[in-house]
Structures are given as structure tokens and as C-alpha cells.
């Protein structure tokens, strides 16, 4: 049982290119999230989904894209990356429960 | 918007010693939840809370939903090196289409052996 798996594990890009963050999970969770982490931010919320086909805003929501075309993906997009969004990102996800969520491990991400 | 405060942003202790730690709430929340975060990885979830008042052990670690609703507290007992990293608390509201956790700023705890 994976739980949530995150790819690539690292990246450096450019500043101006584009990427996409893979987020799966194998729990049939319903609802995902990206965050984004940053020293002395803690974890802030970028986009969430809460079934197939759905996407939300988060707190930090301004140059990233996202899509949920199955349940079992979350897509996080830079289209054109600023060193500001270097930073550690996670992908969760949880039940409609209230059971808290389950991260994955990660992407450090590197804008030069 | 909700937000949490955690205290304290970071801790220098011996290995034995007891820990604790925090966290504040202007608003009350359905949930409170304890993570930590090794190095170079994703949080983990250690406790979480369901009602007000309750007091919860996982091991060392024993965690309280505070009766107001907004607050709650960790403490880890005789601290061991592999104690190491960052703890998180969250606050979470769900029911309908929302449920998003609200995460404190966290508490990086070092050990020293």
C-alpha cells in the first residue's frame, strides 16, 4: 500500500519554464491538496479538490494551475516558474471523514 | 481567515527530558490533530482528537483537545534522539465541502544525547 506518492522528488528548472507535479494516492480518498512549505511559513495551502473533476483555491493559489481528471490524481502546473516558488511541496489527501490527511513525501523544487 | 498559533517556534532539549507544546485558536475547530515531520519527509499524523477535553496516549506522546475548542498541547515524554523534527498541530472543520486543515507554523525540536 503506497498511500501518496509524489513525482519527481527533485527538480531545478529555469526561470519561465513550465512543470508538472504528480500527486497519486491508492486510498480512494475523495479530497486532495498541494502545499507548499517555506522556512518559518510552515505548510500553506495552494489548491485543493474535493472529488473528480473539481478544483479550489487555496491560500497561496496565484501561478499554479491544477487538475483532477481521476480520483486517484492531483496535478500541480508552473507555467512559468519564478524563483519565488522555490520551495518543498506536498501533496495529501484525506476522506470526507475528518480523519486528518496522509502526505506524501515530497518535491524540492529549485527555480534558478 | 482561521489561524493557529504554536509555541514555541523551536526547542533545544537534553535527552530524558519532558516536552511540551502548543497551540492557540481564536475560533474553535471540530478536530485537533498533532504531526511530525522527519527530515526530508512528509508529515505524519501521531494524534488526533475528537472531542473537547479528551486526553489521548500514543506511547510517550499524549495530546488534549482543550474544553474551549481552541487549544490543544503535546507533550512527549523522556525524549529520545529519533525525537527529532518538526511538529505540527491542526485545527479541521468538516462537513460539507469544506474540511481543510488549518496547520500551525510548527515546533522544531532538536535533541541533544
Known amino acids: 500500500n503506497a498511500g501518496v506518492t509524489q513525482t519527481p522528488k527533485f527538480r531545478v528548472l529555469k526561470t519561465g519554464q513550465s512543470m508538472t507535479l504528480l500527486c497519486a494516492q491508492d486510498?480512494?480518498?475523495?479530497?486532495m491538496y498541494w502545499y507548499r512549505q517555506d522556512p518559518g511559513m510552515g505548510l500553506r495551502l495552494i489548491h485543493y479538490s474535493v472529488g473528480e473533476g473539481t478544483t479550489a483555491k487555496g491560500e497561496v493559489p496565484d501561478g499554479y494551475n491544477v487538475s483532477r481528471l481521476k480520483k486517484q490524481n492531483f496535478l500541480l502546473g508552473l507555467e512559468s516558474a519564478a524563483p519565488s516558488q522555490t520551495s518543498v511541496y506536498f501533496c495529501?489527501?484525506?476522506?470526507?471523514?475528518?480523519?486528518?490527511?496522509?502526505f506524501g513525501s515530497g518535491t524540492r523544487l529549485t527555480v534558478v | 481567515g482561521q489561524q493557529l498559533n504554536q509555541s514555541p517556534q523551536s526547542m533545544f532539549i537534553q535527552e530524558g527530558e519532558d516536552v511540551s507544546m502548543n497551540c492557540t485558536s481564536s475560533?474553535?475547530?471540530?478536530?485537533w490533530l498533532w504531526y511530525k515531520q522527519d527530515p526530508g519527509e512528509g508529515p505524519v499524523l501521531l494524534i488526533a482528537?475528537?472531542?473537547?477535553?479528551e486526553l489521548t496516549s500514543n506511547g510517550r506522546l499524549t495530546a488534549q483537545f482543550g474544553i474551549t475548542r481552541k487549544d490543544s498541547f503535546l507533550n512527549i515524554s523522556a525524549s529520545i534522539p529519533s525525537d527529532v523534527g518538526i511538529y505540527f498541530c491542526a485545527g479541521q472543520n468538516y462537513g460539507g465541502s469544506q474540511g481543510n486543515l488549518i496547520f500551525g507554523k510548527g515546533t522544531k525540536l532538536s535533541v541533544k544525547p
Open positions: 475560533s474553535i475547530f471540530n478536530t
Open positions: 486510498m480512494n480518498h475523495e479530497y
Open positions: 482528537l475528537y472531542k473537547a477535553g
Open positions: 495529501a489527501s484525506s476522506s470526507r471523514g475528518g480523519n486528518g490527511y496522509t
